[in-house]
């Protein structure tokens, strides 16, 4: 005789209390945290682009600033005498104070101010040399200016400046 079976419903030996079944239990909710690692990749790849566009602008604004003083001094070869010297000394301390904390180059003058245009260059070319008369020009006539080489001291002096620097990081110039 073929045999069938036959639910446990129809059974009156086996009653559903009497099973030992429990209750369906459903899987925990997914969290938002540990991210799965396709989306730390993501997570990398954005910070390195934003990290990439930052450091561009900061590039990019570094040489604006010196592009910008070279094409001024450019300018200034028209001029003449004292003229030239109060303008060029000008154009440096606009420089100056642009690449290094105000503080430490707004208050510098005279000898301190020469001797602070000198830290990149070899020699003494603003204390000793032909700089030098960006400190006896504007205030006295001074018969002959040397301007070629003035002219060049300052496009030197310009483009060696460091890069700028942020509010809070403190970067030693030498220059040498």
Known sequence: MPRTLIPPSMNPSLAPADLPLRDIHLPTEIGYWPLAPGWWLLLG??????????????????????????SQLDSLQNLGGSELAAALSRLLRQAAISHFPPHEVAGLSGEAWL???????????FTAGVGRTLCSAPYQPV???????????????LQKLPPRTLPGVVLFWRGR
Request: glycine residues 4%; proline residues 8%; contains cysteine.
């Open 143 to 157: 018969a002959e200016i040397q301007v070629p080489e003035l002219l060049d001291l300052c496009r030197n002096w």
């Open 115 to 125: 001797e602070f245009l000198d830290r990149p260059l070899p020699g003494q070319p």
């Open 45 to 70: 790849l954005v910070f390195s682009f934003c990290l990439g566009v930052f450091l561009l602008m900061r590039f990019r604004r570094r040489r604006y600033l010196r592009k910008v003083a070279l």
